[in-house]
């Protein structure tokens, strides 16, 4: 069975870069058709998706969060991290790793943005 585990800090100061890693066990992040991706939800809110990197290495991301985003993965360590640049409070919210289409979750990390 796939596991996904997230993992980072979890608070980052406002302007600062918030960078976590989904560790991935069970299964490669190379398998053929299959998407690792990052979504978040902010306190009080609905999810957000904010990226994916596909098997292949290509990368997709939230239009709205797109100019402060890169998703990227190390395939030796079975991994993929989230940079999300320029923070403010408004990007505090639990993050959590995904993967599509076997609908496998983490368990959520909180990131709080303050000063």
């Known amino acids: 069975q796939v596991q996904l585990q997230e993992s980072g800090p979890g608070l980052v100061k406002p302007s600062q870069t918030l960078s976590l890693t989904c560790t991935v066990s069970?299964?490669?992040?190379?398998?053929?058709?299959?998407?690792w991706t990052w979504i978040r939800q902010p306190p009080g809110k609905g999810l957000e998706w904010i990226g994916s990197i596909a098997y292949s290495g290509n990368t997709y991301y939230s239009p709205a969060l797109k100019s402060r985003t890169s998703i990227s993965r190390d395939t030796a360590k079975n991994q993929f991290t989230l940079q999300l640049n320029s923070v403010t409070s408004e990007d505090t919210a639990v993050y959590y790793c995904?993967?599509?289409?076997?609908?496998?979750w983490g368990q959520g990390t909180q990131v709080t943005v303050s000063s």
């Open positions: 995904y993967s599509w289409p076997s609908d496998y």
């Open positions: 069970g299964g490669s992040i190379t398998t053929n058709s299959y998407y």
